[in-house]
């Protein structure tokens, strides 16, 4: 990914950053964006009352154990809301953990 890509297409938490955004591409020394893998195996049941077990991937930090939990139930209620004709019923989180981190390499 091309810095100048980065750059425009970054989103921004607070009006401070937008001096980052606006950078040249050669002020920024970092050549890798870091980024944490976790895992969720789970369980639930469908709407026709099929049992079934599937995988899902958070990004986020390596240390944010304490919260992949409510991060991946909030996903599923926003999944339910979203699409009510396929929602998942009885989600049970089989096991949580932290894969490892990938590196997208900034040219």
């Known amino acids: 990914m091309k810095i100048i890509d980065f750059l425009k297409d970054c989103q921004l938490d607070n009006s ?3 001096e980052f955004k606006q950078i040249h591409p050669k002020q920024l020394i ?3 964006i870091p980024i944490s893998i ?10 026709r009352e099929n ?4 995988y899902k991937y958070i990004l986020d930090n390596e240390n944010a154990w304490d919260r992949i939990e409510d991060i991946f139930m ?14 998942l019923l009885n989600v049970k989180i089989l096991d949580s953990y932290f894969m490892g981190k990938i590196y997208l390499k900034l040219e």
């Open 16 to 18: 401070e950053m937008t």
């Open 30 to 32: 970092s050549e890798e």
């Open 38 to 47: 976790w895992k969720i195996h789970y369980s639930y049941c469908t709407l």
């Open 51 to 54: 049992f079934k077990k599937a």
């Open 74 to 87: 909030d996903y599923i209620k926003e999944f339910n809301e979203k699409y009510p004709e396929r929602q």
